[in-house]
C-alpha cells in the first residue's frame, strides 16, 4: 500500500518475518521511487514487535541511526 506517495506499508500475518519479506518490500520501495516501508506483521502477542521500518538507499544499523549505504 503506498500513502501519500511517501511511503509503503507492506502488511503480513505470519509466524515469523524472513528476510524475503523485508527483500519485497525493498523491491516495492524502488520500483516506487520512495525512501521509506514499514513492514507490519499482525501475528505477534504485541503489534509494536511486529513492526520495522526500512529505508530505501540507507543501511540501518541496530535499528536507530539510518547511515548511507557506500
Known amino acids: 500500500m503506498l500513502v501519500n506517495d ?6 503480513k500475518a505470519v509466524e515469523l518475518l524472513k528476510p524475503l519479506h523485508e ?18 506483521n499482525f501475528n505477534v502477542p504485541k503489534l509494536r514487535e511486529g513492526i520495522k521500518r526500512k529505508l530505501n538507499g540507507y543501511l540501518e544499523y541496530n535499528g536507530i541511526k539510518p547511515i548511507r549505504e557506500e
Open 23 to 40: 527483500v519485497q518490500l525493498l523491491t516495492y520501495m524502488k520500483l516506487s521511487d520512495v525512501k521509506m516501508g514499514l513492514l507490519i
Open 6 to 11: 511517501v511511503f509503503i506499508v507492506e502488511l
